[in-house]
């Protein structure tokens, strides 16, 4: 499967966002997880969404600000972004994989990357 994440850009403190990942060549796996990697920091968890069940997990700084809905139809999971922060400035990654997880290295299946910058 190949992932295609894209949607990112520039956006006011309080406006919103929402990236797409698409999967091409087959389906998602059991889980879909959105990453982020701000400058100058570690790659880390947003949110990640378990396709079977539908149970969705928050990082609790994005927690009430973001969501993470899908559209089996267009086979395409995405990350909601509102109430956007200075702080959400990012570069963000979908990723794919078996166990829905907020660990990078449960997921074996990787995007490209999209930014999302958020200015004061």
């Known amino acids: 499967v190949q992932l295609q994440a894209s949607g990112g850009g520039l956006e006011q403190a309080g406006g919103s966002l929402r990236l797409s990942c698409v999967a091409s060549g087959r389906t998602f796996g059991y889980a879909v997880g959105w990453f982020r990697r701000a400058p100058g920091k570690v790659r880390e968890f947003v949110a990640a969404?378990?396709?079977?069940?539908?149970?969705?997990d928050y990082a609790a700084s994005v927690k009430g600000r973001f969501t993470i809905p899908r559209d089996n139809a267009k086979n395409t999971v995405y990350l909601q972004m509102n109430n956007l922060k200075p702080e959400d400035t990012a570069v963000y990654y979908c990723?794919?994989?078996?166990?829905?997880?907020?660990?990078?290295?449960?997921?074996?299946?990787w995007g490209q990357g999209t930014l999302v910058t958020v200015s004061s």
């Open positions: 990723a794919t994989g078996t166990v829905l997880s907020t660990q990078e290295r449960l997921y074996n299946r």
């Open positions: 969404l378990g396709l079977t069940t539908g149970t969705a």
